[in-house]
């Protein structure tokens, strides 16, 4: 019977990072996955041409160059830039809250008028909070309001947050909501991250790319089969609940998921952008997803006569569907607590994701984590020689000389010569940590 020294539970971005990095330290891996497909919730369908975000849009942004530099030395990542737009009562407002979202609301055309009107509401906050003789918000809506005022909070937070938690504003807590983004420029950028895009061709490429030469196995149910699938490697790395792994001995965590759905309309263009909330209650989805805007631009919008859109339900998690969002409450936590402590004993277990630590990670905190378990310094103390002396050489030794002992030689002996001086026409701060490193 074949063994691995690895058993990875979820075929999902963790896993499949994790797979990628064990194969290339000469690691055997086997990849099980519950589903009839490899990528998890990042898994994308093909409907006219279109990549469709199966399991609800996904757009990888990160300030991270050594994440950034890992995907896409995997696969090449597109221009996408998320600029949702909220709709209230068919009116449209730019999303996250900036100028255009501010003159949209009050008219306002300046950062001195939009801040005034926001201090203004925010002070109106307050002194409701005072009259009921309260200095700490109790609930999300008195936080949100003291962060952005009442206009915004009622149009654009409210109604999609209650749908969203399936709870009102005035039942959930403060914290869930620590800051809201204000921007005092005409940017319709949703993140604040250095890079953002997606993958040409969809996260299915990145999936493939990432488990190539990796054995897998789908329709595979991990409990079904838990003692003589478990037998066959030395390390299990589990991706999915914690609670499930555990066998809910403590009770179930409570989760969001999220129903969709989804039509192929007869027509190159639905609404001219790939996400559009709907903050209003009454409206019973939260947003509505047009997946080419994804990865097609210009004249391949219109050269697409077709088009897919996915229409999204939020929801309680229930048994049989699929857990997206953890329920970090107090009551939450403090569960997810125990059943940590049962992991933290584990010595042939590894638990990633955001199933399996009970938080809400973004792709490029999932693609983080999974990297750290293989350090960029697996081959320490090298002795290493970097040829040339120009500033592309020094470069190379410098960032070399972070982890190895570093000597920059040349075929000219008066540079070296200057260098180990230190009196060259270089700059000495260049050389700092290769000068650090050797002495």
Request: a neutral charge; one cysteine or more; hydrophobic letters at 35%.
């Amino acid at each position: 019977m074949q063994h691995y020294d690895y058993l990875i539970v979820g075929a999902g971005l963790f896993g499949s990072v994790f797979a990628y990095k064990a194969k290339q330290q000469g690691k055997k891996c086997l990849v099980i996955d519950r589903r009839p497909h490899l990528g998890g919730n990042i898994y994308c369908e093909k409907m006219e041409g279109i990549n469709v975000h199966k399991y609800g849009a996904h757009i990888f942004h990160t300030s991270n160059k050594m994440v950034w530099d890992f995907v896409n030395s995997i696969v090449e990542f597109n221009r996408y830039t998320n600029s949702p737009v909220a709709n209230y009562k068919g009116k449209l407002y730019n999303l996250p809250f900036n100028m255009n979202t501010f003159y949209q609301m009050w008219g306002v055309t300046t950062p001195a008028e939009a801040t005034a009107k926001i201090e203004e509401q925010k002070a109106e906050a307050v002194a409701r909070m005072t009259e009921q003789g309260v200095t700490e918000p109790r609930n999300l809506e008195e936080q949100a309001q003291l962060l952005i005022g009442k206009d915004i909070y009622e149009a654009l937070i409210k109604g999609y947050t209650e749908k969203q938690w399936g709870r009102k504003c005035t039942e959930l807590p403060a914290f869930i909501i620590k800051r809201l983004p204000v921007r005092l420029v005409f940017d319709n950028n949703y993140f604040n991250d250095k890079y953002q895009g997606i993958p040409v061709g969809g996260y299915n490429v990145l999936i493939e790319r990432l488990l190539e030469g990796v054995e897998t196995r789908l329709n595979c149910d991990f409990f079904a089969n838990r003692e003589e699938l478990s037998a066959l490697a030395d390390k299990i790395v589990f991706t999915g609940a914690i609670d499930e792994f555990y066998d809910y001995q403590f009770g179930k965590l409570e989760y969001r998921t999220v129903n969709f759905e989804t039509e192929v309309l007869d027509m190159p263009n639905y609404q001219g952008n790939a996400v559009v909330n709907y903050t209003e209650k009454e409206i019973p989805y939260t947003r509505v997803i047009e997946h080419k805007h994804f990865e097609m631009f210009g004249a391949d919008i219109e050269a697409c006569p077709k088009t897919v859109i996915s229409k999204e339900y939020s929801s309680e998690w229930t048994e049989g569907s699929e857990p997206y969002y953890p329920v970090n409450d107090e009551k939450n936590n403090s569960l997810y607590l125990k059943y940590k402590e049962l992991a933290d004993k584990e010595t042939n277990v590894i638990f990633g994701g955001r199933l399996a630590e009970y938080k809400y990670y973004d792709m490029h905190h999932i693609v983080e984590k999974a990297l750290n378990f293989f350090p960029m310094n697996d081959f320490k103390n090298l002795n290493i020689a970097v040829a040339g002396t120009g500033y592309v050489g020094l470069s190379i030794a410098t960032l070399l000389a972070q982890h190895h002992q570093v000597t920059a030689v040349d075929v000219i002996p008066e540079k070296v010569e200057k260098i180990n001086n230190r009196i060259s026409r270089y700059r000495t701060n260049i050389l700092k940590s290769i000068w650090q490193k050797r002495s």
